[in-house]
């Protein structure tokens, strides 16, 4: 059946018919909030890429979860810059590491037990370096090793679990990497904390203003050597199967907007829940379109991550989450 039997915009006439047939929810729940914790009290730390971002101190990292649970959101994402960097980046699995602290004071509040406490497990908020793991020296230049930072991230899932995260979630991008940090997990005894790998994390221009937030630039040379080439669909594809045979939960995929094909290409492979990451640049890139009137802030924003759900995410991590359950709710 054809025009004039077949007319779509039937269905379109009213609010009430389009939200019946509407495809795709978006909903408060379904949305994680990241959170750059920082040493100090009472700091709100204005990020100069990210506006509306803020490095904030444990205390206002308190108030920041207390307000994303009354907004029902999701959960949260947490990020630290460490009061002291070194080589190692032994700040990451300090007991009393900045994450740690956040975690503690976070659990010990109201709001803990309506959101999904997630912490990020890199190494390169804590480097001197800014690298995710250890560089070593060779005559070809330096190199990110592998197998000796496993060992690190491994111990710094551990504490940011004894220190009360539900979730960790590596971003290094070494290999064996949830492997070795599901064994360090169910040798200290938790074996209930899961696992969200980002599986498949691009080596992405749009990272850039997260470097600002999170003070965690490179000092030399760029990520190419451990994240993935952004032209890579099938590569993204093994990653996920080996990341699922080592043992993740769930998988995150970064960044979304200019990779919603894969995001979709993994929810047609794999029945685990996915997590996309609205990361930085995206962030930022709508937020200066917004600033000079060029975007309708509200639909911009609802647009963007009802796109990351339709493209097959169950949840996105975005630095709108607030922005976003204002509007929902
Ligand atoms: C740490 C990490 C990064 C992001 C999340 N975890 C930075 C990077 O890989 O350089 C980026 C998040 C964002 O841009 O919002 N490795």
């Known amino acids: 059946m054809s025009f004039p039997q077949s007319r779509m915009r039937r269905l379109r006439r009213t609010e009430a018919l389009r939200s019946l047939v509407r495809e795709t929810t978006l909903e408060p729940g379904d949305l994680i909030y990241p959170l750059f914790i920082c040493p100090g009290e009472g700091v709100r730390k204005p990020v100069g890429s990210m506006p509306g971002v803020f490095n904030v101190s444990v205390d206002e990292a308190v108030r920041e979860a207390e307000e994303a649970a009354s907004l029902g959101l999701g959960g949260l994402l947490l990020f630290g810059l460490p009061e002291a960097k070194d080589e190692q980046g032994s700040g990451a699995w300090d007991e009393n590491g900045i994450v740690q602290q956040g975690l503690r ?14 912490a990020d497990v890199c190494l390169c908020e804590y480097t001197s370096h800014g690298h995710c793991g250890i ?7 330096w190199t990110v090793e592998n197998d000796p930072t496993l060992d690190l991230l491994a111990r710094t899932a551990a504490s940011l679990a004894l220190a009360g995260a539900d979730v960790v979630a590596p971003s290094d991008m070494m290999d064996g ?13 938790s074996a209930d904390t899961s696992i969200l790998s980002y ?6 221009a749009f990272y850039g203003p997260f470097r600002e937030a999170a003070d965690s630039a490179p000092q030399f040379g760029d990520r190419r050597s451990y994240q993935m080439d952004g032209a890579n669909l099938r590569e993204a594809m093994r990653e996920i199967d080996l990341d699922l045979a080592e043992g993740a939960d769930m998988i995150l995929m970064k960044p979304a907007m200019p990779y919603l094909d894969v995001i979709r290409a993994a929810r047609e492979r794999v029945d685990v829940p996915i997590g996309a990451y ?4 995206e962030y930022s890139m709508l937020q200066a379109a917004i600033a000079k009137g060029w975007l309708d802030r509200d639909r911009a924003i609802l647009e963007s991550l009802v796109g990351i759900r339709r493209a097959g995410a169950d949840f996105a991590v975005t630095y709108f ?6 509007l929902l709710n």
Not at 105 to 118: D, E, F, G, T, W
Not at 135 to 141: I, L, N, Q, R
């Open 177 to 189: 990497r949830v492997a070795a940090i599901r064994a360090a997990l169910d040798k200290q005894g």
């Open 321 to 326: 989450a607030k922005d976003a359950a204002k």
């Open 199 to 204: 599986a498949s994390k691009f080596a992405s």
């Open 135 to 141: 560089v070593k020296e060779t005559p070809d230049g």
């Open 105 to 118: 004071a976070i659990k010990n509040s109201a709001a803990a037990k309506k959101l999904v406490l997630i």
């Open 278 to 281: 609205q990361v930085s640049g």
